[in-house]
């Protein structure tokens, strides 16, 4: 099984995540995903800051947990940035984009929430953005 303990970095959960901590270089996507997820709940006023370049993570999971998290924080400079994740190529990081955009009132993506309302691929996708696309009226 998968321990952060065993990758020496103790219970990330209980620590604060500093933006220059080693986490955010590992080979592992889940360790950076976890961190993200920390530093989210960190209470750090950087975190947005930091949060938004992981938007752009190589793995999807780290993209959907930092959309995800950004969408809790509610530090709105991340509405562009999350308008770009709702082209992503991975329907469940498309999905966690228009939930935060929806959590930040993001009125001015309700276009693009509506397009994506009608025409995603993903059944799942389609349901989140109509409930976004509703809540932004």
Do not use: C
């Not at 321990?3 to 955010?24: A, E, N, T």
């Not at 562009?80 to 498309?94: G, I, K, N, W, Y």
């Not at 993506?109 to 009608?118: D, G, H, K, S, T």
């Amino acid at each position: 099984r998968y321990s952060l303990q065993s990758r020496g970095l103790g219970d990330v959960y209980k620590r604060q995540v500093l933006i220059s901590d080693p986490v955010w270089q590992a080979d592992d996507y889940r360790i950076r995903s976890v961190a993200a997820r920390a530093l989210a709940v960190s209470g750090n006023i950087r975190a947005a800051d930091f949060l938004i370049p992981r938007l752009q993570d190589d793995h999807p999971q780290v993209r959907w947990t930092a959309a995800s998290a950004l969408g809790r924080l509610g530090d709105t400079r991340a509405v562009q940035p999350l308008s770009a994740l709702l082209a992503d190529r991975h329907s469940e990081v498309r999905r966690q984009a228009v939930l935060s955009l929806g959590l930040l009132d993001a009125r001015a993506m309700r276009a693009e929430v509506a397009q994506l309302a009608r025409e995603d691929a993903s059944d799942r996708v389609r349901r989140a953005a109509a409930q976004v696309r509703d809540a932004l009226r």
